[in-house]
């Protein structure tokens, strides 16, 4: 039989780092094969292998049965391979149009071209505006708009880098539909993930690899979520529930926030009231783009609140500064990494130092305690298992998921009495994802509060005991879960859509 | 007033601001790409002496425009040089590159500042350029004006109309993402710098061969400075550096007229004017816009590419 892609015995090194070591793995035409592994497992380097992006040290590569070495991007792209990348590689202040002629090599900017996007983007169920500037979108638009400029490529081979992981369940459903659409239009697709789930339900082959190399070849379907998990991490999940909950007083409260946008595509928000109690954990489901960042920016500080609309142990904290409220215990862990939750060109040392509340031991009347500094960087990468060589690697060159889990930790240290997290396992893997959620929970089991802003529904049901959902700028009520819950919340969500 | 003076003012005031659309259209393409060359003035300087000593020597003035050009590249190509092969500061080569253009100029025009040259004489059209008013004011300059605001057109249109413009703007907004889906972030920086040199050497030419016909090695007096803050004006939209050369152009004809009119403030007040003017717009710009997110400006602006990342 004739295979799309075979690879054979491919090894990159970086240093003494053996990123790939002797991978084999074959894609037939017209399947969708899935990469599993855990951050760090090489599945990144093996696909730049793929897309030109990167060379291999030794190995071979054959494309149709024929030898395949692409030198570049350009001329994987000639072959028909597209790629859907994990850290989105688009352009902020360019429109969408411009962004997806941008990755065609083909196309003029003569061709009128919007309508076919939005042709593409009607078939594939990926809603978007052309015109829109994608500085101005959220995460999970972005990404459509990053499948989408794939899609219009009519590859012969796909890869998608953790594509789900910003979409909503119907968008999720919507996107399978248009992949098993594309597979059958005989196009192969190479299926980077970490929901086992998903996987399951979607590909018919998968490869898993660990820490640089090949674990197995296998038909995921024969295998259950767990067994795949622990191949994948190589060791035994933990199970999560959290058993007795115990929750004490209202420790914070959102008191009749609205908010007018000021940004011409923002969310204005309605009316927005939530209690949340120590001990307890509330979830905020919802689309992106519902509002999210607009009460993010609140919550935060990095926007002042209305006079007592923001109240935490009974102070009035709406005009307080991001480190004003930390000082207060309020600690946060927004939803962009880089930029807003750390500084992407400082080492994690700096980043760590940068988000402790003044009176710390990690200064000394403003002096900075550097060995103070150092030991709690490396107990914070010690606990949550956050893979770098050392307390100084800059924040910007550590994968998304091990920033994710440096950030948490980072916060978690500190023993927050109120945590407000949004996306807290975005990019995650399954592993990882795994530790964070126990760390969460533990941190509720202590006393704290814990305030969830996420996208993903597993996450927020496996957490949290109270869910509300933010839909077009207004909060709903607690959602009751005892009696349907699953489809009242689906349905708040969507509900805005259908408008 | 009467309508010959406000005539001789309008011509004036285009012909002042012809300089700074060169030398800002070419550094707004330069900037749009992410690269922020502050070597501007230098490059003028260089171009203005190269086109004074070929029109001097030669007595074409098209062979002096044309050393202007080269002359101006050829000064941007060492920036091009250190800057995107090099990978030095962007900062700190564009000043050096500046202090160097004045000091060479300086060196090598030593020689002709006691020399006179044919001033580059103005197109005349027959019937267009003899209509009242119209044709003096739109059919009788030098064609350098005509082709200054061509090159407005010009840029506007490769940055908004072509591929390669579309891909320029790219690299500046994010040459990490351009490099991945496979654009050469390295060659399109180096052309536009190239052409951001060409720029500002006509500009400077203009100064030694339309404006004044002497040689002077402060001739170029700043106009390289202001020009890059008609980028930041114009928030890198082409067709506002027009409007920020006239303003600026203005305010210069302006202050020259007011001494002939004895206006009783001293001489050097006024000269400060355009500069004053230069940076209060700056920041009125700023005050105004405090609140939005400025999307114009390209966000890698003047930061350094590795292309191995």
Same mark, same amino acid.
């Given at each position: ?27 037939? !035409? ?36 024929? #030898? ?32 997806? $002629?941008?990755? &065609? ?34 995460? +999970? ?5 990053? $499948? ?99 929750? +004490? ?51 935060? +500080? ?19 500064? !991001? ?24 080492? &994690? ?100 509060? $814990? ?33 349907? +819950? ?8 969507? #509900?805005?859509?259908?408008? | ?8 003012? /309008? ?9 700074? /659309?060169?030398?800002? /259209? ?60 090099? %990978? ?55 064609? %350098? ?48 710098? %190239? ?6 050497? /006509? ?5 030694? %061969? ?100």
């Amino acid at each position: 039989m004739k295979y799309q892609l075979e690879i054979q015995n491919i090894t990159k090194s970086y240093g003494d780092l053996k990123a790939n070591d002797d991978i084999s793995l074959s894609i037939k !035409p017209a399947s969708i094969h899935a990469l599993l592994g855990e951050n760090g497992a090489g599945k990144s380097t093996l696909v730049k292998v793929i897309y030109g992006s990167l060379q291999a040290d030794s190995g071979q590569m054959q494309w149709c049965g024929e #030898g395949y070495s692409p030198k570049s991007p350009f001329e994987a792209r000639e072959q028909g391979i597209a790629m859907v990348f994990q850290h989105f590689s688009l352009f902020e202040s360019l429109t969408v149009a411009e962004n997806i $002629i941008l990755g &065609l090599d083909d196309i003029g900017l003569d061709t009128d071209f919007t309508e076919q996007i939005i042709k593409y983007s009607k078939q594939y169920g990926l809603d978007i505006n052309p015109q829109q500037v994608v500085g101005d979108l959220s995460v +999970g638009a972005r990404q459509r708009v990053e $499948i989408i400029r794939c899609l219009m490529q009519n590859p012969k081979l796909l890869i998608m880098d953790e594509p789900t992981s910003v979409l909503t369940p119907q968008e999720v459903t919507d996107l399978f539909i248009t992949l098993r659409k594309l597979a059958e239009d005989g196009c192969a697709i190479l299926y980077i993930s970490h929901k086992l789930e998903e996987v399951r339900q979607l590909c018919s082959e998968a490869t898993i690899l660990r820490g640089g190399q090949l674990v197995q070849n296998c038909n995921p379907q024969d295998h259950n979520k767990q067994e795949l998990a622990e191949m994948m991490i190589g060791k035994k999940l933990v199970q999560l529930a959290r058993s007795n909950i115990t929750t +004490g007083q209202d420790i914070f409260s959102i008191n009749n926030l609205s908010r007018k946008s000021e940004d011409m595509f923002g969310v204005d928000l309605h009316d927005i009231s939530l209690t949340i109690k120590q001990g307890s954990i509330v979830g905020i489901a919802g689309v992106a783009g519902n509002g999210q960042d607009e009460l993010m920016e609140l919550l935060i +500080g990095e926007v002042e609140a209305p006079a007592d609309s923001l109240i935490f142990k009974g102070e009035d904290v709406g005009r307080l500064n !991001p480190h004003q409220r930390r000082q207060l215990s309020m600690f946060f862990i927004p939803e962009e990494r880089l930029g807003h939750g750390a500084v992407p060109d400082m080492g &994690l040392h700096e980043n760590m130092l940068l988000s402790r509340p003044q009176k710390s031991e990690m200064t000394n009347y403003g002096v900075i305690n550097w060995q103070n500094v150092e030991k709690l960087t490396q107990q914070v990468i010690d606990d949550f298992k956050v893979q770098t060589q050392s307390s100084k690697m800059l924040a910007k060159s550590l994968s998304g998921g091990n920033l994710q889990k440096f950030m948490v930790g980072r916060e978690l240290i500190q023993n927050p009495e109120l945590l407000i997290v949004s996306q807290p396992t975005w990019g995650v893997d399954a592993g990882s994802e795994n530790n964070i959620h126990q760390s969460l929970i533990a941190l509720a089991d202590q006393g704290s509060a $814990i305030l969830i802003i996420s996208q993903d529904l597993d996450e927020i049901l496996t957490l949290c005991e109270q869910v509300h959902v933010l839909s077009e700028g207004s909060l709903s009520a607690a959602v009751d879960m005892e009696d349907n +819950g699953l489809e009242k919340i689906s349905n708040l969500m969507v #509900g805005s859509e259908k408008q | 007033m009467n309508e010959g003076l406000i005539i001789a003012i /309008i011509i004036g005031i285009s012909i002042a601001s012809v300089p700074l /659309i060169f030398a800002a /259209i070419g550094e707004l393409l330069v900037e749009r790409s992410g690269v922020l060359n502050l070597g501007v003035e230098g490059m003028m300087i260089v171009g203005a002496l190269a086109g004074f000593v070929i029109e001097f020597h030669t007595g074409s003035s098209f062979l002096a425009v044309l050393a202007a050009l080269l002359a101006g590249m050829a000064i941007a190509s060492i920036f091009a040089f250190l800057t995107q092969i090099l %990978l030095t500061n962007q900062v700190a080569t564009g000043l050096a590159l500046t202090l160097f253009g004045l000091g060479i100029a300086a060196f090598i025009g030593r020689g002709y500042s006691e020399e006179n040259i044919q001033l580059i004489s103005a197109i005349h059209i027959p019937l267009l350029s003899d209509f009242p008013i119209v044709g003096p004011l739109l059919f009788s300059y030098n064609p %350098l004006v005509y082709l200054a605001f061509f090159m407005v057109f010009l840029v506007w249109w490769f940055l908004f109309k072509t591929k390669q413009g579309l891909t320029l703007r790219a690299i500046g907004d994010n040459h990490d993402a351009a490099h991945a889906i496979g654009h050469n972030v390295i060659r399109y920086r180096v052309l536009a710098i %190239l052409f951001g040199g060409a720029m500002a050497g /006509i500009g400077g030419a203009f100064l030694s %061969l339309v404006q004044v016909p002497i040689w002077g090695e402060d001739m170029t007096a700043g106009r390289g400075w202001i020009a890059i803050g008609l980028v930041v004006f114009s928030s890198w939209q082409p067709f506002k550096v027009i409007l920020g050369a006239l303003i600026f152009g203005g305010i210069t004809i302006l202050q020259l007229h007011a001494q002939g009119f004895d206006v009783r403030i001293s001489a050097q007040y006024l000269s400060m004017l355009p500069y004053l003017a230069t940076i209060v717009i700056l920041v009125s710009l700023r005050m105004r816009d405090k609140n939005k997110t400025n999307r114009t400006m390209p966000n890698c602006l003047g930061r350094i590419f590795h292309s191995t990342s």
